[in-house]
């Protein structure tokens, strides 16, 4: 049994443990609540409305784990931000060279241009991903949801792009004792860095957001 106080009449009233609802003071039959939780001390967790207090007990506050995957993510973002710039810069010379071999040749070609529209898709995406990281540092929802969208986007890519990817590259150099010639052409490897890094970086922010203990940590 516990002891309350009526807040009417402020007599002396037992209840049950577990007791929870409305009651009528049985001195001054004023009618109050017992046990029920404030709609703002409740909040809705894993489609379950539950008590704020008893998630602070379970999942306490920790901002150092969401700024540590914010800025690692804003770091990822911006190496590909820089790469994306060289890769314009890239397609803007060999848009030069092609366009010089098509009127020497009167042919047509947009190697150049693909490049350069590449580059400015790897553009977009790395600063959007880059503005999405800062808010997702600082504990914002949205921020870790569009995270996780641009990061498998830019996972199907380095897939995509290697699939499609007709050029060879040379796959046995051999040295004649003044300098090196290549004697075996082949398709491009498998970028299996890029795309480790890519399911790494998409795992981590999905853990961010199916475990209720880190899920906690954004708005």
């Not at 790469?83 to 190697?111: C, H, K, P, R, Y």
């Not at 999405?132 to 641009?150: D, T, V």
Request: with cysteine.
């Amino acid at each position: 049994m516990v002891e309350i106080l009526c807040p009417h009449c402020e007599e002396e009233i037992e209840l049950d443990d577990d007791a929870k609802g409305e009651f009528g003071c049985p001195y001054c039959d004023g009618e109050f609540e017992w046990g029920m939780e404030d709609e703002d001390d409740l909040v809705s967790f894993s489609d379950e409305i539950v008590p704020r207090n008893d998630i602070l007990r379970e999942y306490s506050d920790n901002p150092a784990l969401r700024i540590t995957v914010g800025v690692i993510t804003a770091t990822v973002m911006g190496i590909h931000i820089m790469a994306s710039i060289f890769i314009i810069f890239g397609g803007m010379l060999v848009g030069e060279v092609e366009g010089a071999i098509n009127d020497a040749t009167d042919t047509e070609s947009s190697f150049g241009a693909m490049i350069i529209l590449s580059g400015l898709m790897m553009l977009i995406l790395s600063a959007a991903g880059t503005h999405f990281a800062i808010q997702m540092a600082r504990g914002k929802f949205i921020g870790l949801i569009a995270c996780s969208i641009i990061s498998g986007i830019m996972l199907l890519w380095t897939i995509i792009s290697w699939a499609l990817d007709d050029t060879e590259e040379c796959k046995v150099w051999e040295d004649d004792g003044f300098f090196e010639y290549c004697v075996e052409f082949g398709p491009p490897g498998f970028p299996i860095f890029t795309t480790l890094m890519w399911m790494t970086m998409l795992g981590m922010l999905c853990a961010m957001i199916f475990v209720p203990k880190f899920r906690y940590q954004f708005d």
